[in-house]
């Protein structure tokens, strides 16, 4: 009986020893995968950050190539869109990170923030689309038809107000009522015709958030940085008209608001036209707000503009090699004559202070893309706006040559 007794006991303290070795093994094999799980985070957040630190380099190497900028007449040939060879050459860092970077010109780009109507309807948007952009910049709060204020967003299921001011982002147009990331990162889009839709020079069609910015600008000077004559005045004097070329008659005609006002008048002779493009100016503002430059702009920006056809983009796009080095330059394009001329010319520049800087970093397989909005201040380059992209690949409308 006793020995029957302890073999009982034995093999209770044995059943016993084995339950308290399996807990302490899954408890093992549970804090080895914990500590799994943490190094691998660790291990994930260390790459994420130094595929960051790579990014900043890239964006300070951008900023270093933009120091010698001359605002009043930027072209592709500048020093400036070589820098990153427009993000096709990887450059690695002591880390064993890298880093990739474009700069491309925002007066390159569509400005959302100054786009009238007329310009709106051209890209491929819907009538609702176009109301409500116009609507959440806007002032007051009297709704178009088929547009949004206050009285729309507060009733959603999380309520905001319209913003009645610029965008200060692209992504912030998914706020606007009709609008969806689709609308911005997806090429083909709903009720859209097919004329409406953005091709590349090879027939591909582009998101639309490829051919916009919320901020562009050039001074308001010659190419060569002179100071412009304003024509958009009271008692024009006729030695000014006599300077411009233009017929002395048109001195009680004055004030002028735009180049197709003026070169829309009779008696305007061709090389009157390209000096009073070269010279003349309708405004006393030190800074234009989004026109678009002529020297780097794709051809499907340039045929949103009023008056283009795609025989006149096509002659400015192949310009673009050596580019413009004057608006008074359009005057060689054989199509471009008299109101038309000016109708171009108004919506127009060859200068940029403004400039989108694209960085991507990679260490380890993680990568993180960062955009930054650059202006030229006091001949200086500022980053006035900076925002990671929520990517963890290279964002496809970049469209950066041999990364897709």
Not at 13 to 31: C, H, N, R, Y
Not at 211 to 234: D, E, I, K
């Amino acid at each position: 009986m006793r020995r029957g007794k302890k073999r009982a006991q034995r093999g209770g303290v044995m059943v016993l020893t084995l339950v308290i070795l399996a807990g302490l093994l899954a408890l093992l094999a549970t804090f080895a995968a914990n500590q799994n799980t943490y190094l691998n985070t660790t291990m994930n957040t260390l790459r994420e950050r130094r595929a960051e630190a790579a990014a900043r380099s890239g964006l300070a190497i951008a900023l270093s190539g933009l120091q010698e900028v001359t605002t009043n007449l930027v072209k592709l040939d500048d020093d400036w869109a070589l820098v990153g060879g427009n993000g096709t050459t990887a450059t690695e860092l002591t880390s064993g990170a890298t880093y990739r970077v474009q700069i491309l010109d925002a007066g390159s780009r569509l400005n959302i923030n100054t786009l009238t109507e007329t310009q709106l309807q051209t890209l491929p948007l819907t009538s609702e689309q176009v109301a409500s952009v116009l609507d959440w910049r806007e002032a007051g709060q009297q709704a178009r038809t088929e547009g949004a204020k206050d009285q729309f967003y507060n009733e959603l299921l999380t309520p905001y107000n319209t913003k009645l001011a610029n965008f200060t982002t692209l992504t912030e147009l998914a706020l606007v009522k009709g609008w969806t990331a689709r609308t911005l990162y997806t090429p083909e889009a709903e009720e859209i015709t097919a004329t409406n839709l953005l091709e590349d020079e090879v027939g591909e069609t582009l998101a639309l958030i490829s051919v916009l910015t919320v901020s562009s600008g050039s001074p308001n000077t010659t190419a060569s940085g002179g100071a412009r004559t304003n024509l958009n005045q009271q008692n024009l004097s006729p030695l000014t008209m006599l300077q411009l070329g233009l017929p002395v008659q048109l001195v009680t005609q004055g004030p002028f608001t735009s180049f197709a006002n003026l070169l829309g008048r009779n008696g305007v002779a061709p090389q009157a036209a390209q000096q009073v493009l070269d010279t003349a100016s309708f405004s006393t503002q030190t800074r234009l707000t989004g026109k678009v430059n002529i020297n780097t702009a794709p051809e499907a920006v340039l045929l949103s503009l009023p008056g283009m056809t795609s025989d006149i983009t096509s002659a400015i796009v192949t310009r673009q090699s050596t580019g413009f080095a004057s608006l008074g330059e359009l005057t060689s394009i054989p199509a471009l004559t008299g109101a038309l001329l000016g109708q171009v010319a108004d919506a127009v520049c060859v200068g940029s202070d403004t400039f989108i800087v694209r960085a991507w970093g990679e260490s380890g397989g993680a990568g993180v893309a960062l955009e930054a909005l650059v202006g030229i201040r006091n001949s200086k380059p500022q980053v006035l706006k900076l925002e990671r992209i929520n990517s963890t690949t290279i964002p496809a409308w970049w469209r950066w040559e041999g990364t897709l």
